[in-house]
């Protein structure tokens, strides 16, 4: 979709195309459509990462809340948006073996239960070894609010490679 279409989309349109750039926060499509007309790919990009930085950290938190954990068997199978499960096969995710997705179950537990967030990282052009390897570097850390702010970094590079995606040019 070129720039010119995203600005003629409807409201409506605009919102449903765009509401999961932030994994389910419809909210940040409905503040980017009345920043529209868009100059170029650009433009749209910068605008929804400005609308995310803006937020304060409980609603950060909240969107780093809304991801799947990664290698969810059931949740590969139902239950994902669109974006994340294109992201997740595309990964291998969905071609786990038993023993993989027991793996990805200990390590989500294991991340939750020490930082209280899921494990965010941008999977696209990643395999599950280098997934893997990201989990259990990233469980080392010993300070949640790093791991916050390396979460809300891979918030933005999710969305910036979905909006990469979706524009062209």
């Known amino acids: 979709m070129n720039v010119d279409s995203i600005n003629s989309l409807s409201n409506k349109i605009f919102i449903e195309t765009f509401k999961h750039i932030f994994e389910k926060s419809t909210f940040i499509a409905e503040d980017?459509?009345?920043?529209?007309?868009?100059?170029n790919k650009r433009h749209v990009i910068d605008s929804?990462?400005?609308?995310?930085?803006?937020?304060?950290?409980e609603s950060k938190i909240?969107?780093?809340?809304?991801?799947?954990?990664l290698g969810d068997k059931i949740k590969i199978n139902q239950g994902l948006t669109?974006?994340?499960?294109?992201?997740?096969?595309?990964?291998?995710?969905?071609?786990?073996?038993e023993e993989e997705f027991?793996?990805?179950?200990?390590?989500n537990s294991a991340f939750k239960l020490k930082f209280n967030i899921p494990f965010i990282f941008a999977?696209?052009?990643?395999?599950?070894?280098?997934?893997?390897?990201?989990?259990?570097?990233?469980l080392n850390n010993a300070d949640i609010n790093s791991?916050?702010?390396?979460?809300?970094?891979?918030?933005?590079?999710i969305a910036i490679l979905r909006l990469e995606e979706l524009i062209d040019g």
């Open 147 to 157: 791991e916050i702010e390396i979460s809300i970094e891979q918030v933005k590079r």
């Open 82 to 97: 669109k974006s994340s499960q294109e992201e997740q096969t595309l990964a291998g995710l969905s071609q786990c073996t």
């Open 48 to 57: 929804f990462l400005s609308i995310f930085d803006s937020l304060n950290l």
């Open 62 to 69: 909240k969107i780093i809340n809304n991801h799947p954990d």
């Open 32 to 39: 980017a459509k009345n920043i529209r007309p868009y100059k």
């Open 123 to 138: 999977v696209r052009g990643k395999n599950k070894n280098e997934i893997i390897n990201e989990f259990q570097l990233r």
């Open 102 to 107: 027991n793996i990805f179950n200990e390590l």
